[in-house]
């Protein structure tokens, strides 16, 4: 079930502790476009369908990554792409996004996803030790 764009960006504009909207769905943008580029397949395409469509495409449509990013160098590159964060700001942004996709996600599709990812991942997604 795909969950509603509002929805979505409450529950990451919650967790982050946005001031704004904007600031939630820019956070949403990057990381999910950064994700995308770490999914493959199936994965991708469930994960997809179960987030608001504006999302979705941002997700199947993702930043390209030459080599799968450890989670450190995962939350590197979000400071990178999002102006005047640090890796700070950018750990929390992750945390935000990725917690917020898990739960839209549900246990199994999160499992299927942190596979596909190297390890570490388990905390970004709020799910320490789940795979």
Same mark, same amino acid.
């Given at each position: 079930?795909?969950?509603?764009?509002?929805?979505?960006?409450?529950? @990451?504009?919650?967790?982050?502790?946005?001031?704004?909207?904007?600031?939630?769905?820019?956070?949403?943008?990057? @990381?999910?476009?950064?994700?995308?580029?770490?999914?493959?397949?199936?994965?991708?395409?469930?994960?997809?369908?179960?987030? +608001?469509?504006?999302?979705?495409?941002?997700?199947?449509?993702?930043l390209?990554?030459?080599?799968?990013?450890? +989670?450190?160098?995962? @939350?590197?590159?979000?400071?990178?792409?999002?102006?005047?964060?640090?890796e700070?700001?950018?750990?929390?942004?992750? $945390?935000?996004?990725? $917690?917020?996709?898990?739960?839209?996600?549900?246990?199994e599709?999160? $499992?299927?996803?942190?596979?596909?990812?190297?390890?570490?991942?388990?905390?970004?997604?709020?799910?320490?030790?789940?795979?």
């Open positions: 079930m795909r969950l509603p764009w509002q929805t979505f960006l409450d529950q @990451v504009g919650e967790r982050g502790d946005y001031p704004t909207p904007h600031e939630a769905e820019r956070a949403a943008r990057t @990381v999910l476009a950064l994700l995308g580029a770490h999914l493959v397949g199936d994965v991708r395409a469930a994960l997809a369908a179960r987030l +608001p469509e504006t999302f979705a495409v941002v997700l199947l449509n993702p390209q990554a030459a080599e799968p990013l450890s +989670p450190e160098r995962f @939350v590197r590159a979000t400071a990178a792409w999002i102006e005047g964060a640090t700070q700001t950018a750990a929390w942004d992750v $945390s935000a996004v990725l $917690s917020t996709v898990a739960d839209a996600a549900g246990e599709l999160t $499992s299927r996803m942190l596979l596909q990812l190297p390890p570490g991942y388990d905390v970004l997604f709020g799910r320490p030790h789940s795979v």
